[in-house]
């Protein structure tokens, strides 16, 4: 093997050509410098690349370009213009045969679901509203407080344990809180019934999407990298970091069977933060090296189907949750972008399969996996295997880092160690082992070069912990200053929160008509020379109510109409009491402060 010195060094090296990687050359472009990026792959992108099988664009895990940083929002404007489309968005989940839109649509949920069950779930909501569990440490916990254990039970434990490939309760609160943030069946209500003001990320319609896919944002970023004197290296792994002391001074690279040495004073890596600590030469302390074996990922591989059939569903991608097949998500490229088909008369699915690297189904070779998508789809019902013409497999590894019982400790060690390496910065999903989205992955790019450009002091593994990334005024300690106002208002606020009254009436008002409604049918069903003489007292109060077939459907409305107002009112009651006892003990703590400031002079 070869091995020489490169003559292309240059100042910045940016280890991963994905979403991080390339944002960062990009700002250093902006900023007059020069960069080299290496990627392992054939094709920029990383995770948000799209692949290409006679024409067909594949996007790997349906990337929706939809954020509220302005920042990045203007990079993808800057540099596809009239390619950035805007597409409505329609995902479903498939449960018991049947589909469910998400967000939730009233009549398609009753319907599905049943109304015995939505009482029953409705009724969970409330036993896990008023007695939740005291601590959140797991997924699990984390759901069941914001939903109901039984409604946990029905859309979320079966499909997150076949992404993950571990118990619910094994998996951390802090993905939860990451990825379904500011959501829960209240908000989820609201949204049957309302529009929100505020935008909730999880329940988006619409989105904006390169017309090719993400590869082509990401491939017109490299030209604009290229054009300005960088270089981007494809097919070059990285193979060792060589360090000296707490700086790294080069990387070598694998390229076809060449070694070559990279130079660098400064580099930014998204590549998984576990194998540049493996790569460390010499090698890092011996704890450090445990801490990086025991964080893993999730890996997964996209079934490409081909189908001679111009229309199959409406979905951008649907939610398989059937434990009866192995397929976790289907996307159907066709409603991402028109033109990613080659053929209107044609469509293409894209079916994701969870797993891990090495185990089975990974190793399973690409003719069985076709033949596999081919049965599933078929027996979920979205197309027939006789129509499928053609396919291809598509694996993409560590494409999830997880957030098992114990990452948490193993990623402190980590990152306490990368810290002190003067002259590395992580960015990325992988790099900060932090399950980002594209635009959050973006940001840590843009924010390194700040932090390396204009000496700027952004802490990248803080990007996305809260609903928006933003800067506060913070003291030397690096904690956040609030006046004395705000620090009452946020801690009373935590210990009485507010209650939604248009949602606690909804909630009433349905639970109410609905047990009007069955207690009225369960009669019925009883029969007798006399139905229901006690029940049909209440006519005295709801007129036109009878114990019979019509008189249980005016039952539905009368109970939804009176449970509204009591909780409607309840809620309205209970916050003024909550406002006037707050204001009371606001006003004296601030006298208090007052009285020693007062005393102090």
């Not at 990026?37 to 990383?46: A, F, L, N, T």
């Not at 801490?291 to 951008?316: G, M, S, W």
């Not at 129509?387 to 402190?412: F, H, N």
């Amino acid at each position: 093997m070869e091995t020489h010195i490169s003559n292309q060094d240059k100042n910045v090296v940016v280890i991963g050509g994905g979403p991080a990687g390339l944002t960062a050359a990009y700002e250093l472009t902006k900023l007059g410098r020069s960069s080299i990026v290496i990627e392992k792959q054939d094709k920029v992108g990383g995770i948000a690349r799209t692949e290409n099988y006679k024409d067909f664009y594949f996007d790997m895990g349906g990337h929706r370009f939809f954020t509220k940083s302005s920042e990045v929002k203007k990079m993808w404007h800057e540099i596809l213009k009239d390619d950035f489309i805007r597409r409505p968005r329609l995902s479903r989940i498939y449960y018991k045969k049947k589909f469910f839109y998400y967000p939730l649509k009233p009549l398609n949920a009753l319907m599905g679901l049943g109304l015995v069950e939505s009482v029953l779930i409705i009724l969970s909501y409330f036993r896990w509203h008023f007695f939740p569990y005291r601590k959140e440490d797991t997924f699990e916990q984390w759901v069941t407080n914001r939903f109901g254990k039984r409604l946990f039970l029905t859309f979320f434990k079966s499909y997150t344990e076949k992404v993950w490939g571990i118990p619910c309760s094994e998996l951390k609160a802090e993905w939860a809180a990451q990825r379904i943030k500011d959501l829960s069946l209240k908000t989820a209500l609201l949204n049957m019934f309302f529009t929100s003001k505020n935008t909730i990320k999880t329940l988006i319609e619409e989105f904006d999407y390169p017309r090719l896919g993400p590869g082509m944002m990401w491939n017109a970023v490299k030209d604009r990298i290229e054009r300005q004197g960088s270089t981007v290296r494809l097919n070059s792994d990285v193979t060792k970091i060589c360090r000296r002391g707490n700086r790294i001074e080069s990387v070598i690279l694998s390229n076809n069977g060449h070694s070559e040495v990279i130079k660098g004073a400064h580099f930014i890596s998204s590549m998984p933060v576990t194998e540049l600590i493996k790569k460390l030469d010499p090698p890092a302390p011996a704890p450090v090296l445990r801490a990086a074996e025991q964080l893993h990922y999730r890996d997964f591989l996209t079934v490409c189907l081909i189908i001679d059939k111009p229309d199959l569903f409406p979905d951008n991608w649907i939610y398989i949750h059937d434990p009866e097949v192995k397929v976790g998500r289907i996307q159907n490229f066709k409603n991402w972008s028109p033109d990613m088909i080659p053929d209107a008369a044609a469509t293409s699915l894209g079916l994701e399969y969870f797993c891990t690297e090495g185990e089975e189904l990974w190793n399973t070779p690409d003719t069985e996996l076709i033949e596999l998508g081919k049965r599933e789809v078929e027996r979920i019902g979205l197309a027939n295997a006789a129509d499928i013409s053609d396919g291809c497999v598509v694996r993409v590894p560590k494409a999830y880092p997880v957030y098992d019982s114990d990452y948490s400790e193993y990623l402190t060690t980590l990152r306490k160690f990368v810290e002190s390496l003067e002259n590395v910065q992580t960015v990325g999903r992988n790099g900060l082992h932090r399950y980002n989205n594209q635009d959050h992955a973006m940001l840590t790019g843009m924010l390194a070069v700040r932090n390396l450009v204009l000496g700027e002091h952004n802490d990248l593994w803080s990007v996305n912990t809260d609903q928006e990334y933003h800067e506060e005024i913070r003291t030397e300690d690096g904690i956040r200053v609030p006046d004395i106002t705000e620090a009452l208002q946020g801690a009373l606020a935590q210990a009485f929160p507010k209650l939604d009254r248009v949602a606690l009436g909804l909630s009433m008002g349905t639970v109410s008509g609905a047990l009007l409604f069955l207690a009225t049918q369960i009669l019925l069903m009883k029969g007798g020379d006399v139905v229901g003489p006690n029940l049909q007292l209440l006519s005295q109060f709801l007129p036109g109510y009878s114990v019979t077939v019509f008189g249980s459907i005016l039952g539905l409305g009368y109970g939804f109409a009176s449970g509204f107002v009591g909780g409607w009112g309840f809620a309205f009651f209970r916050n003024a009491g909550v406002f006037l006892y707050m204001a009371l003990t606001q006003h004296r703590a601030e006298r208090e402060v007052l009285r020693k400031l007062l005393d102090y002079f």
